[in-house]
Nanobody
């Protein structure tokens, strides 16, 4: 069993910062790509940022230069540092990762439960 838990969401004023964390736990053999997605009310879920096992990163154009994704493999954790936040960044943010469970050879995709980020004055 693999568990994925996000934390760090909340209410922040425009121009402020938040740091999201996502930790994977359980019977994990290895973790591959990790990423953050978001879903605003009435909109489809979209990719925010992604980081590979080799630390290659890519960002959505709307967050490039403001958000930074990083990972700590020893802690099975991925982070999203969000700076210069805008009201349009308001959404539920979801962690996503690829992992191989101990005792299997199968790569599966896991999602967290989501954490709310609200940018408002």
């Amino acid at each position: 069993q693999v568990h994925v838990v996000e934390s760090g969401g909340g209410l922040v004023q425009p121009g402020g910062s938040l740091r999201l964390s996502c930790e994977a736990s359980g019977s994990i053999d290895s973790i591959g790509d990790m990423g953050w997605y978001r879903q605003a009310p009435g909109k489809q879920r979209e990719l925010v940022a992604r980081i590979t096992a080799g630390d290659s990163v890519n960002y959505a154009g709307s967050v490039k230069g403001r958000f930074t994704i990083s990972r700590d493999n020893a802690k099975s954790t991925v982070y999203l540092q969000m700076n210069s936040l805008k009201p349009e960044d308001t959404a539920v943010y979801y962690c996503n990762l690829e992992a191989i469970q101990v005792g299997t050879m199968e790569v599966r995709v896991y999602w967290g439960q989501g954490t709310q980020v609200t940018v408002s004055s």
